[in-house]
């Protein structure tokens, strides 16, 4: 890969810090440090400002350190979601996303929901296309304090060829729509990724499969040498790319022509692993939705119709990524939350579920992917955020429980006792953010089903 982690100040925290602030120490929790490596009984974490300064047997408290016994319960690293779309707000539909979000209102639904992710324990996560462009901006918001949210890398406008992307004929055939840029040849796709990383794109999104009317499934919708176009120009500005691929084909493209992180990698076939393994790409399977779809859609009148083939693609593509990570490609974790199916704050840690029961890792190999491997996402060395280890990020989660037996704890936001975002503790005691509905946010329906006469008269 051409890429190269950019910021990450990784330097650790000076002893001058630590002595003058005191920091806070967690005492005698059991540490899941997120390596994969066995949880450690009665170890404390001291951590100033936001950095881990001291990860031991009994780490030295001075007299200014705020001591919090932590006995009982795991400290672990906060989770990284690699996949999630903060500016689309929840929609129902393909409909509401593209024609009934102003960017305007969009922002301001954003600032209210990605509070939500931190208290889900969230601490860093990737929103890689978002509408209107409005990922940088609400990143640099964050960070400004603005908007409590948690470390965010932001892509911009998801870029398309003219058969589209995952809303069939809703795309335009040029320009921009909603998260989608059409790209009309291929300088637009080597000038259109310039401008992004001008204007503050940590990574290039494309979505090499696309949706077409009377097709089943996605098909290809790229070239190779239009990957390259992107994929190139991206890595000589220092930008990595990602990329939306639901077929074997286009993962197989994606690896060739070097992007950086796969999502969905679907029905991955042996030339496809081939390419990934030798390429070095990481893939972010993002089964949530579709396992949300599948397994609880009927309980929010979902549109059913395509269950059975969404969990024909979760097991096969599993099988396959088990292969994947057996052969050191890195998964990463990601819950495409953003959709009316995935509500901010409710789904961030389900993939590691599935990672457990569908691909079959440990519970700790899956917390790995959901805490160091997103260093990636972050654009971060890895070790430096994602890991309880001196030296690394201040992003913590105390947790009532133990998620290296049952990931499913890290779900139940009932079970999270601390958070910490950059060494600060989150409020977890406020009441769950509620709003009523914005005019103009839902598509309109005159009614759910047709009035036949037959219905007027039973
Ligand atoms: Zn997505």
């Not at 639904?109 to 969230?122: H, I, Q, T």
């Not at 470390?151 to 335009?172: E, F, Q, S, V």
């Not at 789904?347 to 959901?370: K, M, N, S, Y």
């Amino acid at each position: 890969m051409a890429t190269s982690a950019t910021s990450a100040a990784t330097s650790a925290a000076t002893s001058t810090t630590s002595a003058t602030s005191g920091g806070v120490l967690l005492s005698g929790g059991t540490v899941i440090d997120g390596t994969g490596a066995a949880p450690r009984p009665d170890t404390d974490v001291l951590i100033d400002g936001d950095r881990i300064v001291a990860v031991g047997p009994s780490a030295i408290a001075t007299a200014d350190t705020v001591t919090i016994d932590v006995g009982g319960h795991t400290v672990m690293p906060g989770l990284i979601d690699s996949h999630c779309h903060m500016t689309f707000g929840e929609p129902s539909s393909n409909d509401e996303l593209f024609f009934h979000r102003d960017p305007s209102t969009a922002m301001l639904v954003a600032a209210f929901n990605v509070p939500k992710l931190l208290r889900a324990g969230v601490t860093g996560f990737l929103d890689p296309d978002g509408i209107s462009d409005l990922g940088p901006a609400l990143r640099d918001g964050i960070e400004a304090g603005l908007v409590e949210g948690p470390r965010m890398a932001a892509g911009m406008n998801a870029l398309l060829t003219a058969a589209g992307g995952t809303a069939g004929r809703l795309i335009p055939d040029e320009g921009i729509a909603g998260y989608a840029h059409v790209m009309r040849d291929r300088s637009e796709m080597v000038r259109t990724t310039r401008q992004q990383v001008k204007y503050g794109a940590d990574w290039i999104k494309i979505l090499v499969t696309g949706s077409l009317p009377n097709r089943a499934g996605e098909l290809t919708v790229w070239s190779l040498d239009e990957l390259r176009a992107v994929t190139d120009t991206a890595h000589a500005l220092e930008t990595p790319t990602v990329a939306h691929c639901r077929n074997a084909e286009s993962t197989r493209l994606a690896a060739e022509a070097g992007v950086d992180l796969i999502f969905h990698a679907s029905f991955l076939d042996e030339p496809a692993l081939d390419a990934v393994v030798e390429s070095g790409a990481a893939i972010a399977p993002t089964f949530t939705f579709l396992a949300n779809l599948a397994d609880h859609g009927a309980k929010v009148g979902a549109m059913t119709t395509q269950v059975d083939l969404f969990r024909g693609e979760i097991a096969a593509t599993a099988m396959m990524l088990r292969r994947a990570h057996d052969a050191g490609v890195r998964l990463l974790c990601g819950s495409e939350s953003g959709f009316s199916l995935t509500p901010y704050g409710h789904w961030h840690a389900r993939e590691l579920e599935i990672f457990v029961d569908a691909l079959g890792l440990t519970p700790l190999e899956a917390i790995t992917c959901a805490t160091r491997n997103g260093a990636l996402a972050l654009r971060r060395p890895e070790g430096s955020i994602g890991v309880v280890a001196t030296g690394a990020a201040a992003d913590l989660l105390v947790v009532d429980g133990d998620p290296s037996v049952d990931v499913t704890i890290l779900g139940d936001r009932s079970r999270l006792r601390h958070v910490f975002s950059r060494g600060r503790a989150v409020d977890l005691d406020r009441p769950w953010p509620e709003r009523a509905i914005l005019p103009g946010e839902k598509v309109g329906l005159w009614s759910e089903r047709q009035l036949t006469w037959e219905i007027a008269h039973p």
